[in-house]
């Protein structure tokens, strides 16, 4: 999808003087957050910026729940949006599980690897 938007086919292009494999292996690395191959590589989850939105609603509600007679008995605290794909336990965590970090760790290891071997 990402290659259609301009004007290129996969299957048909790459390896030709229209898109040679260097010129692919750039396009990869540089493709941003709401890119299709990005998308799928996090099993489309949600993007920096819905996490981000999220976080900031997330404080919002927190700062005004802290006006509350609520929040001194410390009752009703607000709990952040469920995302899809996400457990109400995930959504509920203020930062990735060590869990999550060997995954992506992983992950990344896999891309280089995958880079790397893209190399003429």
């Known amino acids: 999808m990402d290659l259609l938007r301009i004007g290129l086919v996969l299957a048909r292009d790459v390896g030709t003087s229209r898109l040679p494999w260097p010129t692919l292996r750039r396009f990869i690395e540089n493709l941003d957050e709401n890119?299709?191959?990005?998308?799928?590589?996090?099993?489309?989850?949600p993007d920096v910026s819905t996490m981000l939105q999220r976080e900031q609603l997330y404080w919002a509600q927190m700062q005004f729940w802290a006006q509350t007679k609520e929040a001194a008995s410390g009752r009703n605290r607000p709990e952040r949006v469920k995302l899809p794909g996400e457990t109400?336990?995930?959504?509920?965590?203020?930062?990735?599980?060590?869990s999550y970090d060997k995954k992506l760790a992983a992950q990344q290891a896999?891309?280089?690897a995958e880079l790397a071997r893209m190399q003429p």
């Open 88 to 98: 109400q336990a995930q959504a509920g965590r203020s930062r990735p599980s060590a």
């Open 110 to 112: 896999r891309r280089q």
């Open 35 to 45: 890119s299709a191959v990005a998308r799928a590589r996090r099993r489309y989850g």
